[in-house]
């Protein structure tokens, strides 16, 4: 085999072998690194994803993520079923900042499925059209045969979340970054709709209050990226800085914009490859630390076959079996001796119900009232400061268009004649200049620091310490349902199908807004179904 293709895919076609490997943090741990390995190099890069597309359709291998009981009810009812090679990529391997190199190319395969959808939703949200997003995307999967996409799987969102996530002196920003603008700045093509072209990312990335917040928490990462890294790495500050006049300069969506007229610092010639698509510019990427790290792990393998090799040479001779055990007892020898841990008395933070409790529906549901008051309190909370949050970012969004107020400015100059053609001189020139500059509006600023701190408060207050009685009720409403399931009895079975409706009825919007009832209330129904 020559050169490191080949030995990366006898490890990529290794690892993707194991049943649900997709969902094994010790093998997404070594994927991660062997993309980042290939990364850096097209040919590798193509082949792992080439291995990662195939390996992400064998459904007998690959780990696939709970839809939820109410979900797998409606399919069963319906008889419909989502099929594998059409399934979002990113729901087998959810993009993280944990394994960047891995969900990159997860990310490209999502791009590449997306590439014909998005050619479609560039032409049904141009100015006229009366589709809102949502609706766009439904008819768009109609006519495609494909499941719905909500907005939220958009790869424009995806690579937004994972360019906020990632940190600014990560070797992989510039490109995540440049695959959000290639969307962002998308537009359909002048033959299939018009000469006037509108991009249509801003139009998405302000769908929702939600999305509204990452673009405003993506332009605030960037602008703390200039200000960290203007004297280590200007090249990348100067980047960043065009990154967040790219989003706040609305006439880059105009169809009619003409990059050459802009400021230097728009950096018009990267604006220029975005619209028309260019290779990725690892040039803006920063490689040392790659390198740096692949140095460190060579020097420490051959320092460890160095040690390795002087133990087993200086042993004496014999058979090869007692040369491999007398080194392994010589390694373990020179190791400390391991601290033992201090014995602690573990106790349950409940009681557990007896067996007897379970003979009639009505006891039952007394000792459990308290808990499950617990589970619908801690849901309502919770739906309640959502909404609170959600207004305070609404009201902060309205604010910020208040932010700059316009004032006029007048002033008068004198210009001195310096003489004519003639030679006749008539005075000096008055001439009157007015404009209308910009400022910041003072009251405004404070009321949107008193937003910022509102809402950093609001979300301390998530933090409630309420929040271990709602463990307590979950473990106990678990235990009665295993305790159920166990039992064969048909009085405890009919206090089963009872409890049943009982944790129906703490189903609300409220409970599934909350992940934790949410969950719980899942899990438990689903449990109980299976009794019956």
């Not at 994803?49 to 319906?78: A, C, D, F, T």
């Amino acid at each position: 085999m020559t050169g490191a293709t080949p030995a990366l895919e006898i490890w990529m076609n290794l690892l993707t072998s194991f049943t649900k490997w997709n969902a094994d943090k010790s093998i997404l741990y070594l994927l991660d690194i062997l993309s980042r390995t290939a990364w850096m190099d097209p040919v590798s890069s193509q082949s792992c994803r080439r291995i990662l597309s195939v390996v992400l359709q064998e459904s007998s291998k690959v780990h696939r993520p709970s839809k939820g009981l109410v979900s797998r009810v409606g399919n069963w009812v319906s008889g419909s079923s989502e099929a594998l090679g059409h399934l979002d990529a990113t729901e087998l391997i959810p993009p993280t900042p944990t394994f960047p190199y891995l969900s990159w190319i997860v990310m490209e395969l999502e791009f590449e499925r997306q590439s014909k959808m998005w050619q479609h939703l560039t032409i049904d949200l141009q100015p006229g059209k009366v589709k809102s997003v949502e609706q766009a995307l439904k008819s768009i999967a109609g006519f495609l045969k494909i499941p719905n996409i909500s907005v939220n799987q958009l790869c424009l969102v995806r690579y937004a979340q994972m360019a906020v996530d990632i940190s600014l002196e990560h070797p992989l920003l510039p490109v995540i970054i440049q695959r959000f603008f290639s969307l962002y700045f998308s537009r359909p093509e002048a033959t299939e709709i018009g000469s006037d072209c509108w991009a249509i990312g801003q139009r998405i990335m302000t769908n929702s209050p939600t999305l509204s917040s990452l673009l405003k928490r993506l332009v605030l990462k960037w602008e703390e990226g200039v200000q960290l890294l203007q004297n280590d790495d200007p090249i990348r500050s100067n980047f960043l800085q065009s990154c967040c006049l790219w989003v706040e300069d609305v006439r880059l969506l105009e169809p009619h914009v003409y990059l050459p007229s802009l400021a230097p610092n728009y950096h018009p010639a990267r604006l220029l490859q975005l619209f028309e698509g260019s290779d990725m510019w690892f040039d803006l990427c920063n490689f040392n630390p790659i390198h740096a790290e692949r140095q460190e792990i060579r020097e420490s393998w051959n320092k460890e076959r160095n040690i390795t090799t002087s133990v087993v040479f200086h042993k004496k001779t014999g058979s090869s079996l007692q040369l491999n055990k007398d080194t392994i007892f010589t390694r373990l020898q020179s190791y400390p001796e391991p601290i033992r841990l201090a014995q602690v008395a573990l106790q349950r933070p409940f009681s557990r119900l007896a067996l007897a409790a379970f003979q009639n529906a009505g006891d039952l549901r007394r000792q459990l009232s308290p808990h499950l008051q617990v589970v619908v309190d801690c849901a309502d909370q919770f739906s309640r400061r959502m909404a609170e949050l959600t207004s305070l970012d609404c009201h902060y969004a309205e604010l910020l268009m208040e932010l700059y107020c316009s004032y006029r400015s007048e002033r008068t100059m004198t210009v001195k004649c310096d003489g004519t053609q003639s030679g006749v001189c008539s005075g000096s020139a008055v001439i009157k200049l007015s404009c209308e500059p910009w400022r910041i509006n003072s009251s405004v600023r404070k009321q949107l620091d008193t937003n910022r701190q509102e809402a950093i408060r609001l979300r301390s207050d998530f933090q409630d310490p309420n929040i271990q009685k709602l463990c307590v009720a979950a473990l106990l409403i678990e235990d009665c349902v295993e305790q159920i399931r166990a039992s064969s009895e048909p009085n405890v079975l009919d206090t089963g199908a009872a409890l049943f409706y009982i944790l129906v009825e703490l189903v609300s919007e409220e409970s599934n807004c909350f992940l934790p009832t949410k969950q719980l209330l899942s899990t438990c129904l689903e449990g109980l179904g299976e009794c019956g």
